[in-house]
């Protein structure tokens, strides 16, 4: 079996880019894999990411397939965001195995975040699982990564200092707001954008401030429900107008197909945070006097940097927590191996048996012999198993494998990979995820928001 992922980030293209590319990667997943394409597949998707994690059936020291997998998946994903398929393979990264495992424990770390060591990147990976394992193309492999890539997370939380700051992109983006915006907290309005996991958490972080007067927007009509649940006050489209009016901050959080026009924000003070991914605002709104644009571009620039000390100490566990990974995978195939070496020994062992037997009996000579054959085997299976393990750590299991099958003929066959019904059952996810997390910010009136993205565009398909 073969693990790997599609990557395109903020480091890699821009932000309209990954939010064009997350949008033509909805239900890529479920199509891979009830099509054969792949064993099993997860969708990342944040404010400033867009990575695509996979299992092949495949031999890891064939990277052919691992290549035409990745055409596929690149081919599919450009036609359904509307981008040249060549555009899109120079703008993503593909990382097979140890380098995919070891990217994902970094992410969730918080290493490859705007705001390093933000801990809202934990929530959103164990979110992705989730969505994973409920539309059924989480294969057992996969969830036994995501597993691990969130006991990182935890190491990395208990026993470096990253993160304890508390910063966030949301926090971030508030600090920025308080900045440009008249008035303290617990006297000024927030409107807030969404009813995702975002919205949730910037909620909190207003409420942490001091900030009471909270209404929230919802376009799909969610927004009494999430209040309800969260507090604040829901806002319909009929009351949006007036509640624009009345606030002093206005948090995008929902990602809405269509961003809010210029023509739709009311004249006078009023300071637009867009932590969406695909804007909830149109950028020309920095233009309106009086306004002050706070974008994902603007938080990355402020986020404050994480000490050398506590990014190698966070290094040095996603290190360790690789290495891991892999030897419980090399691991499970020695112990394949070892299960399969101790079959066939034991195969001889019991015709030899059964030839005595047939000679002379079941007598107690008979069972004294059988006691002593037994135990001579056994001791004999014991080096070999120490073996196993032992070139397992080292990397060299394939070493192992080869020496079974010249010597003994033994062909170890890969293991059943399970599928997400024989994995632990999902946690609850909130169902507004869609509505997507941030790990990213622009400046108020930033005129680098107003680029194109990128990757060069072709018609979209229909559909």
């Not at 233009?287 to 620039?301: G, N, Y």
Request: charged fraction near 25%; charge should be negative; aromatic fraction near 4%.
């Amino acid at each position: 079996m073969v693990l790997f992922s599609l990557v395109a980030s903020h480091r890699d293209v821009d932000l309209t880019t990954v939010a064009r590319l997350a949008d033509g990667a909805f239900g890529l997943p479920s199509d891979m894999v009830n099509s054969g394409a792949l064993t099993g597949a997860v969708a990342l998707s944040t404010c400033n990411r867009l990575e695509l994690y996979g299992e092949l059936d495949a031999d890891a020291g064939d990277p052919r397939v691992v290549a035409q997998s990745r055409d596929q998946l690149v081919e599919l994903l450009a036609q359904r965001a509307g981008f040249d398929p060549g555009d899109v393979a120079s703008g993503v990264r593909l990382l097979v195995d140890d380098d995919a495992a070891r990217h994902l424990f970094t992410v969730v770390s918080g290493l490859e975040s705007a705001v390093v060591g933000e801990r809202e990147i934990t929530g959103q990976v164990r979110r992705a699982l989730t969505e994973a394992q409920r539309s059924g193309t989480a294969s057992g492999e996969l969830v036994r990564l995501f597993e691990a890539a969130a006991q990182t997370a935890r190491e990395v939380g208990t026993h470096t200092s990253l993160g304890e700051r508390g910063r966030s992109i949301v926090s971030v983006a508030l600090d920025l707001a308080d900045d440009v915006t008249a008035g303290k907290w617990p006297q000024r309005r927030a409107l807030v954008f969404g009813t995702g996991a975002y919205a949730g958490a910037t909620m909190a972080a207003l409420r942490d401030r001091g900030c009471a007067d909270i209404e929230v927007y919802s376009a799909s009509g969610r927004a009494e429900q999430f209040t309800a649940n969260r507090g604040g006050t829901p806002v319909d489209g009929d009351g949006l107008q007036d509640a624009l009016l009345r606030c002093d901050v206005v948090i995008g959080c929902s990602g809405g197909s269509e961003p809010m026009s210029v023509e739709e924000i009311p004249l006078g003070p009023l300071t637009v945070v867009d932590l969406a991914l695909s804007r909830d605002f149109d950028p020309a709104v920095a233009d309106l006097p009086e306004v002050e644009l706070i974008t994902l571009e603007s938080v990355k620039l402020a986020a404050p940097e994480e000490t050398d000390e506590s990014v190698a100490a966070a290094e040095q566990i996603v290190d360790q927590a690789t290495q891991r990974f892999r030897q419980r995978r090399e691991g499970r195939d020695m112990s394949t191996a070892i299960v399969a070496l101790r079959q066939y020994t034991m195969g001889v062992l019991d015709r030899e048996l059964e030839k005595i037997r047939q000679q002379h009996g079941c007598t107690a000579a008979h069972e004294e012999v059988e006691f002593a054959m037994r135990r001579m085997v056994k001791s004999l299976l014991h080096e070999p198993t120490v073996r196993a393990r032992k070139l397992a750590q080292e990397g060299r299991a394939e070493d192992y494998l080869a020496g079974l099958e010249a010597l003994f003929g033994i062909e170890v066959p890969e293991p059943e990979a399970k599928h997400a019904s024989d994995a632990s059952e999902p946690t609850s996810a909130d169902p507004a995820a869609h509505e997507r997390g941030t790990e990213q910010v622009r400046g108020h009136r930033d005129t680098t928001t107003n680029s194109e993205p990128r990757l060069r565009s072709v018609p979209r398909a229909a559909g």
